[in-house]
T-cell receptor, first 111, second 114 residues
Framework: DAKTTQPTSMDCAEGRAANLPCNHS???????VYWYRQIHSQGPQYIIH???NNETNEMASLIITEDRKSSTLILPHATLRDTAVYYC????????????FGTGTRLTVIP | NAGVTQTPKFQVLKTGQSMTLQCAQD?????MYWYRQDPGMGLRLIYY???????DKGEVPNGYNVSRLNKREFSLRLESAAPSQTSVYFC?????????????FGSGTRLTVV
């Protein structure tokens, strides 16, 4: 699975959009981009995933560049409860391989 | 509520003691995983089970054994606990037969070995 690069930490004002970047320049054609978050030592929570098209669900939006070498997770209206570590992961869907989490981005939402 | 249930939530062991961490999922997922997370670090895979009846080593399997008891349950055993195994342990599951989806994680077992 391709490795990812994320900023160590970010701050965001409450109510504003939080944009979390991720670089995955070695991504392969069959690898998906997944985002998870972990709130205060709880189990990681799945947020969203995509292959090449932009995706949106009730939690967030995922924007993947045309060359697929980077992506951005967007939390449209950040709340204090969104303070967490966010992990960007790229992996193939098939097979029993695991998720490589790395150290993620620590997002702090400021009142 | 559907999800992944881990027991116990907390455990303190003495060096050399053994214990089994239990994990059960009620989502009919075919693949299950055990991860550990040390302070300030990401998750590392210990063992996984792609399907009922199969298990494979992950990144850090030494000192652990696993059993895929049935489709629902996947247990992790520490035969002789060591202080280096102090960590938070997470179990996860995913259904590989469907369209791409995310893993579901349990809430974790916080283990301290003294």
């Amino acid at each position: 699975d391709a490795k990812t690069t994320q900023p160590t930490s970010m701050d965001c004002a409450e109510g504003r959009a939080a944009n979390l970047p991720c670089n995955h320049s070695t991504i392969s054609g069959n690898e998906y981009v997944y985002w998870y978050r972990q709130i205060h030592s709880q189990g990681p929570q799945y947020i969203i995933h995509g292959l090449k098209n932009n995706e949106t669900n009730e939690m967030a939006s995922l924007i993947i560049t045309e060359d697929r070498k980077s992506s951005t997770l967007i939390l449209p209206h950040a709340t204090l409860r969104d303070t967490a570590v966010y992990y960007c992961i790229v992996r193939v869907q098939t097979g029993a391989n695991n998720l490589f989490f790395g150290t993620g981005t620590r997002l702090t939402v400021i009142p | 509520n559907a999800g992944v249930t881990q027991t116990p939530k907390f455990q303190v062991l003495k060096t050399g003691q053994s214990m089994t961490l239990q994990c059960a999922q009620d989502m009919n997922h075919n693949s299950m995983y055990w991860y550990r997370q040390d302070p300030g670090m990401g998750l590392r895979l210990i063992y996984y089970s792609a399907s009922e009846g199969t298990t494979d080593k992950g990144e850090v399997p030494n000192g652990y054994n696993v059993s895929r008891l049935n489709k629902r349950e996947f247990s992790l055993r520490l035969e002789s606990a060591a202080p280096s195994q102090t960590s938070v342990y997470f179990c996860a599951s995913i259904d590989r037969g469907r369209v791409p989806s995310g893993y579901t994680f349990g809430s974790g077992t916080r283990l301290t070995v003294v």
